[in-house]
Structure formats: structure tokens, C-alpha cells
């Protein structure tokens, strides 16, 4: 197998696939996976809510309380918000310079994922079990 002679990378670091931060790779795994899964379950969603339309509001309460669609908007709504708070963490790392300020908007981005998606999860257990 060829390689660049004019690499810097070490022949296990080529081989296992890391870049400089020994990081990179996994954090491009993790958004092609979290991608990957969300094409479905963001069909699904959409075409839940579109079903929804011109239903009364015992309707909708009844419809998103029913376990399939509680276990779909389960699915879906960590696995968007991981997603989200992976693609917000690169490019807060690209673009954000300062240590200190890239450090407080990681954190900052840390927390506003982890809220937003407790939100929802909350709002759709108080759904199913009410």
C-alpha cells in the first residue's frame, strides 16, 4: 500500500486512521452515523406532523400519546440533538479563536443541547403518560 512519503503521520496513525487530535475520525463517524439515522427518522417525524393537520386537540394528544409515535419522536429528538450539538461542537472548534472563549462555547453548546433535548424528552413522556 502506498503512502505519501512527504506525510508527517505515523505509520500507525495512518493505519489506525487518526488525524492530529486523535479524535477526528471518531467525531466523523459519529455525524455520518447520527446522519445516517436521522434520514429515516426524519421522514417519519415529518410525515407524523403532517398528519397531524386540521386534527382537534384531543386528536393530536391522542395520536403523539400512542407508543409508535412516542418511541419515533424518542428516537428522533436525541438522536437530532446529538447531531446538532456534534456539528455546532466543529464549528465552534473552526471558528471560535481564544482559548478561553472557545472553551466557554463548547460548554455553552454543551448545555443548550443537553437542556433542549431534556425539554423535549420531558414533553413527550408527559405526553405518552398522561
Known amino acids: 500500500m502506498a503512502h505519501n512519503s512527504s506525510s508527517i503521520r505515523t505509520a500507525v496513525a495512518r493505519v489506525r486512521h487518526l488525524g492530529s487530535a486523535r ?3 471518531h467525531h466523523t463517524w459519529r455525524m455520518r452515523i447520527t446522519s445516517l439515522a436521522l434520514l429515516p427518522l426524519t421522514i417519519a417525524f415529518v410525515w407524523l406532523i403532517l398528519s397531524l393537520i ?13 407508543p409508535f409515535s ?3 419522536m424518542l428516537l428522533f429528538v ?3 440533538v446529538y447531531h446538532m450539538m456534534l456539528g455546532m461542537q466543529t464549528i465552534i472548534e473552526d471558528y471560535v479563536h481564544g482559548e478561553h472563549a472557545r472553551t466557554f462555547s463548547l460548554m455553552a453548546n454543551m448545555f443548550f ?8 424528552v420531558y414533553a413527550i413522556l408527559r405526553l405518552s403518560f398522561v
Do not use: F, N, Q, W
Open 54 to 66: 386540521g386534527k382537534d386537540h384531543d386528536a393530536v394528544r391522542a395520536t403523539l400519546g400512542h
Open 78 to 80: 436525541p438522536t437530532g
Open 113 to 120: 443541547c443537553a437542556v433542549v433535548g431534556l425539554a423535549c
Open 70 to 72: 412516542a418511541i419515533l
Open 23 to 25: 479524535a477526528g475520525t
